[in-house]
C-alpha cells in the first residue's frame, strides 16, 4: 500500500502540468516543489510564487495542491487577508495581539470608534491609535497640538541654555562672578565689572601669565608650556 506521500509524488508526475498553464511536463519532485514554494514566499512574497521550472504563477488551487500545510496555511490566511482588506469599509483590529478585523460602516466624523468584536479593543479611526477615552477628536487634536508646542518651548529653553553654558562663565575674580560672554576674539579676558584679566579656557589668572609667561596656564589648557 502506498503511502500518501508516496501517492501525491505520483500524482504529480502523473498530471500533465503543475499549472494549467504551463507548457512543459513536469519534472519536479514534489518534496522539492514544495521548498521551492516555501523559499519563493520568503524571497518574492506570498503572492508571487511561480512554477518551479517556468513563470506562470501558482494560483491557489496550485497553492492548495502543492505547498505543505504549513506554507498553504500561510498563504490561505495572507490571501484571505489581502481579499478582505479591499473591501472599502473592513478594518482591521489595532489590538497588538489581535488578527480579527471586521466592516466598520460610518463616516469617521460620525462614527470614530471602531471596537473589536473579538477582544473588544477600541481604537479611533481618525488616529489610528487606541481611542482617547474621555475626549473627542477635536479635544484631542488640540491637546496634542498644545502638548507639541510645550516640548518645542522646552527644547527651545534648554538649548538656549546649553548655549549660554557654552559662551557664558562667572568671572573667576575674587568676589565678582559676573557672567561674562565669549562671541569671538582671543582667549584673553578681561571682565567689565571688576576688571580682572583671565584666561577663557582655563580661568588662570593673566597677571602671572604675563610675568612669568604660559606655565601659569593651568596644565590641561591648551596654552599650557
Excluded at 498563504?75 to 480579527?100: I, M, N, Y
Excluded at 466598520?104 to 470608534?113: L, R, W, Y
Aim: proline fraction near 5%; include cysteine.
Amino acid at each position: 500500500m502506498l503511502l500518501p506521500h508516496q501517492l501525491s509524488l505520483l500524482l504529480l508526475f502523473f498530471q500533465s502540468h503543475i499549472t494549467v498553464r504551463c507548457t512543459h511536463p513536469p519534472q519536479t519532485c514534489l518534496e522539492c516543489l514544495q521548498s521551492w514554494i516555501a523559499s519563493s514566499m520568503e524571497s518574492k512574497g506570498w503572492d508571487k510564487v511561480t512554477c518551479s521550472e517556468c513563470d506562470e504563477k501558482l494560483d491557489y488551487e496550485n497553492m492548495k495542491t502543492f505547498a505543505a500545510p504549513d506554507m498553504f496555511a500561510r498563504f490561505d490566511a495572507l490571501s484571505t487577508r489581502a481579499v478582505l482588506s479591499t473591501l472599502p469599509d473592513f478594518r482591521w483590529c489595532r489590538a497588538p495581539d489581535c488578527t480579527s478585523g471586521q466592516i466598520h460602516t460610518g463616516s469617521p466624523s460620525k462614527n470614530p470608534i471602531f471596537r473589536c468584536t473579538s477582544c473588544k479593543f477600541a481604537y479611533c479611526v481618525n488616529h489610528e491609535r487606541e481611542w482617547h477615552k474621555g475626549e473627542t477628536c477635536e479635544q484631542y487634536d488640540a491637546r496634542m497640538a498644545l502638548s507639541k508646542r510645550s516640548a518645542k518651548l522646552i527644547e527651545e529653553e534648554q538649548a538656549s541654555e546649553r548655549t549660554i553654558k557654552e559662551t557664558t562663565k562667572k568671572c573667576p575674580g575674587e568676589g565678582c562672578g559676573a557672567s561674562i560672554e565669549k562671541n569671538e576674539g582671543c582667549d584673553h579676558m578681561t571682565c567689565k565689572a571688576c576688571s580682572w584679566e583671565f584666561c577663557w579656557l582655563c580661568l588662570a589668572p593673566f597677571e602671572p601669565i604675563r610675568k612669568k609667561g604660559n606655565k601659569e596656564h593651568k596644565s590641561d589648557c591648551k596654552y599650557y608650556a
